[in-house]
């Protein structure tokens, strides 16, 4: 489990203006609906406030629906979609049973704004914050409940959101019931077995012993033991999960309905772990009066137990003395004791019996609900009423013990006692008209409604002495975000070949001055469908070309926290900032759609550029008196550039054997164009808090390291010995160097899926190119001192077998590795049985292997490390399963 209270609660109230926007609404580009076939491009796709043909889209996008989904024991939405979007990275903040995942757009280009893509769930509006696990947008939710997921990218695809969709959109939509069908019932069973793929590199117990004879005093050298246990295979076990699924669906005289359950019990690889989760779900979509009022309603029920060990309880693993046996001779776990017996006064713990211990956990709830009511008025059918109402409620009450070493008699330690809930209020009312202009060769589709909606958030901590349980600091909160909006849109088509859309959203924020709270985002998209024009009709090769290409400017928010009325005291650090104002992300993007031989390829090329203006940074303070240590101000720019290329090809389609091939790839290039200058002192490096030695600087990358240059000697690291990088002749803290960065420069996906008869074969591969990442383990413990405890000896990292360091060297450029990886994300076999029981139920099953094998150059445990922070970590499972599907 995370450290919860240290995560940064962001909020911010928005009051948008009553401006009228005309806009379109730019939908994606569906991607195949159906297993081993490549889209018809005349296919139609459902995003925000309506429906829109793909030759229509002008904006960029892409959708992935449910038999495309990633394979395996898949427990979140976004472990669907990992490695298949063009330009959006996922990485999971951890390996651990139910962890959340930080999902960001490669165009992103802020150091303080909000970075995340908006989340839209079956209409309702949800942040997206994956800091704060309890309460994500995306927790608890079922993926075996999800039919497809929408990725909108740049503004045309956005601008109706504003500065909420600055960060691309992301589109969950829900399973339903078909109309005019019989009951279906479909069961998913599948059983995994987890396993530890690699361990952290430490010294094994001879190793160890020849360290601390040698170097160690006298008293460090009588705490060196006989035995040779190896933490790692004493704490980390074989896991076994189960996912069960059971849905059924059909029509009942006018109403086709949908109703599911589930239960996941996923067991961690590490002892004591798991994640648990009872689901329910349930959507109605009737019509009435020959389809002109059509009601759709999404409910769900969740309920979530986790029990996962804090992040200091897995770094005691890996440094517990190795020479020690799990077991004292009195059959208890062996802890370090003195002459009376009792543990010694912050002694380590043993890590079997700190985790076996553990209480560490959260328990969760989450009731969302969604109602839409359409009415396609009888005297004007080209006009349409909605109404579409949300409510979204989660619960998260948790306990964390952190503590690794013997408390002290007579003494206590505090242990953590928290609880958050969220509620989210969305009622949206709108118009939509679309009818043709036949004498004009055209189409215009209409928008205008209202959107309000109120997130409440309640959070509270407090601490609990142990022993004794008397209750210690701690505190409360409650924030209110409000989100008010009157929104438009017009969408105009002409001759059936030539499109555009525009949009406008004026935004206001309490975060800035009175002045300053005003923001209006504007949009502009065109598209040109080249396929349908006299001179390229009816080609044998190339069977669809659209360009299209779109400009934006939208506003983002710095992350800050809500006025907070319950807090008592002040502890105020930053000064506060009456020129604050927003930040100004201006994109342009030009693209084009191919489709060649029919549907056998289907390719779609992006190209982008965004800046980043009126920057929004933290920056230290200059020396003074006021008692502020930072100030958030607007200054400089910074912009991102590149490519996003999608393909599919249908390689074999035959009537027993097919073959389907798609790629991804991004290419981007950003840096800190100017730095920022202003009245509070600007210095060259900004302060960035998710990584000390993270810096911006201009000219170079964003979230770039800064390092000592290590000397070397025949190729060994020097210790204490660095490059004089300004040749003062002098060594000191401006002898470090700006060098790489934890941003990849590329991410690349492939899968295939075939089929030939009954049985099928899918793997999926996904790499990120040209990402850094701090081997902190390494640097922290990768040096002789570090064995020396206060009470006890600590392991080292085996990478002081190869430099020899005596002592730490802080920032040294040797740690700073490249994180470069290729990882084979599943590889699946199934066989399709067919019919069964006397032909009415179909019978399929696979068999899964997750995260088979990973080629890197890195030296830790894994190279796909969030900001860049290769700490120890819940390592990453591997996972073999096996699924039962029955459909009746």
């Known amino acids: ?457 309640k959070f509270f901590l407090n601490s609990v002495s142990e022993p004794g349980g008397n209750l210690g600091s701690g505190y409360f909160y409650e924030t209110n975000d409000a989100y008010k909006a009157f929104f438009g849109s017009l969408q105009y088509g002409f001759k059936g070949r030539y499109f555009l859309t525009a949009s406008a959203r004026g935004d206001q924020s309490p975060l800035f001055a009175e002045q300053n709270r005003d923001f209006t985002s504007k949009a502009l998209g065109l598209g040109w469908l080249l396929s349908e024009e006299e001179f390229l009709k009816n080609q044998p090769v190339l069977s669809y070309l659209k360009l299209r290409t779109s400009y934006g400017v939208q506003g983002n928010t710095p992350l800050l926290p809500s006025f907070n009325p319950f807090n008592t005291g002040t502890n105020s650090s930053a000064y506060p900032n009456p020129d604050l104002t927003w930040e100004k992300t201006t994109s342009f993007n030009l693209g084009a759609d191919v489709g060649l031989w029919g549907t056998r390829i289907n390719a779609s090329l992006d190209l982008f550029l965004k800046k980043t203006d009126d920057l929004l940074s933290y920056r230290t303070f200059p020396n003074t008196n006021n008692g502020f240590s930072y100030v958030l101000a607007n200054g400089g720019e910074a912009q991102t550039k590149g490519g996003e290329v999608s393909l599919q090809y249908l390689a074999l389609d035959s009537e027993k054997t097919k073959w389907v091939l798609a790629l991804n790839a991004s290419y981007a290039k950003n840096k800190l164009v100017s730095g920022p200058m202003g009245a509070y002192g600007a210095r060259t490096f900004l302060l960035a808090f998710s990584n000390p030695r993270y810096v911006n600087t201009p000219g170079h990358e964003l979230d770039a390291y800064s390092v000592y240059v290590q000397k070397y000697n025949n190729g060994s690291p020097v210790e204490g010995q660095y490059e004089d990088v300004n040749n003062n002749g002098t060594f000191g803290p401006e002898d470090q160097r700006i060098y790489h960065s934890a941003r990849p420069k590329s991410l690349l996906g492939f899968t295939s899926q075939a089929t030939y008869n009954q049985w099928s074969l899918g793997f999926m591969v996904r790499a990120q190119l040209g990402a850094y990442a701090y081997n902190r383990h390494a640097a922290e413990t990768g040096f002789h001192n570090s064995f020396r405890n206060s009470s006890g000896l600590q392991n080292l990292s085996s990478s002081v077998l190869e430099t020899n360091f005596n002592f730490q060297q802080p920032f040294s450029d040797y740690y700073l590795e490249n994180a470069s990886f290729l990882r084979m994300e599943y590889i699946s076999v199934g066989y399709d049985f067919g019919k069964i029981l006397q032909d009415k139920a179909q019978l399929n099953l696979t068999a899964t292997v997750q995260n088979a094998f990973v080629l890197t150059g890195y030296s830790g445990q894994d190279p796909e490390v969030a900001y860049g922070n290769g700490t120890v970590q819940y390592p990453r499972a591997r996972t073999f399963s096996l699924t039962l599907e029955v459909s009746l």
Not at 39 to 66: C, E, N, R
Not at 360 to 376: I, P, T
Request: proline share 4%; hydrophobic share 35%; aromatic share 8%.
């Open 1 to 457: 489990m995370p450290n919860v209270y240290f995560a940064r609660f962001r909020k911010t109230i928005f009051l948008s203006s009553t401006a009228f926007t005309l806009a379109a609404l730019c939908f994606p580009q569906a991607s195949a609906a159906r297993q081993n076939t490549v889209q018809d491009v005349s296919d139609s796709v459902q995003v925000g406030y309506g429906l829109q043909k793909k030759q229509q889209t002008t904006g960029a996008s892409q959708t992935i629906s449910a038999r495309q989904f990633n394979q395996g024991l898949v427990v979140s939405p976004q472990q669907l979609i990992s490695g298949q979007i063009a330009g959006v990275q996922i990485t999971g903040l951890s390996g651990a049973p139910g962890a959340d995942f930080l999902v960001q757009q490669y165009r992103n280009a802020t150091l303080a704004g909000r970075n995340e893509p908006l989340v839209v769930l079956d209409g309702v509006l949800l942040e997206s914050e994956a800091e704060e696990e309890l309460v994500s947008a995306l927790a608890l939710l079922n993926p075996q409940d999800l039919a497809s997921v929408t990725f909108l990218k740049d503004a045309a695809a956005t601008g109706m959101y504003g500065s909420r969709g600055v960060n691309g959109v992301l589109f969950l939509t829900s399973k339903r019931g078909s109309e005019n069908r019989k009951l279906q019932v479909d069961f998913r069973s599948q059983v995994a077995l987890s396993t530890l793929p690699k361990k952290v590199d430490v010294l094994s117990a001879e190793e160890f012993r020849q360290v601390v004879t040698q170097r160690g005093t006298q008293e460090q050298k009588s705490r060196i033991g006989s035995a040779n246990t190896d933490w790692q295979d004493v704490v980390y076990e074989n896991a076994v999960s189960h996912d069960q699924h059971l849905s059924l669906g059909g029509t009942i005289g006018f109403l086709p309905y949908r109703v599911a359950v589930g239960y996941l019990h996923q067991n961690g690889i590490l002892t004591n772990s798991y994640f648990k989760r009872k689901s329910a779900a349930l959507t109605l979509n009737p019509s009435f009066f020959e389809d002109h009022l059509k009601l759709d309603v999404s409910l769900k029920g969740i309920k979530g137990e986790t029990r996962s060990p804090h992040q200091r309880l897995i770094n005691a693993v890996v440094n517990f003395n190795p020479t020690q046996p799990v077991y004292g001779s009195n059959g208890e776990y062996f802890e370090w004791r003195d002459g009376a017996g009792k543990p010694e006064a912050f002694a380590p713990l043993n890590p079997l019996g700190l985790l076996e211990r553990s209480t560490s956990g959260v328990d969760s709830e989450r009731k969302f609900g969604n109602a839409h009511l359409a009415y396609r008025l009888h005297f004007l059918p080209a006009l349409t009423a909605h109404i579409n109402l949300g409510y979204n409620h989660q619960t998260a009450d948790g306990r964390d013990n952190n503590y690794t070493y013997a408390i002290p008699p007579g003494s206590s330690i505090n242990v953590a006692e928290f609880g958050h809930t969220r509620k989210n209020r969305q009622t949206e009312f709108y118009l939509t008209y679309a009818a043709p202009l036949e004498k004009l060769k055209s189409q215009v589709d209409l928008t205008a409604g209202y959107s309000a909606q109120k997130i409440t958030d």
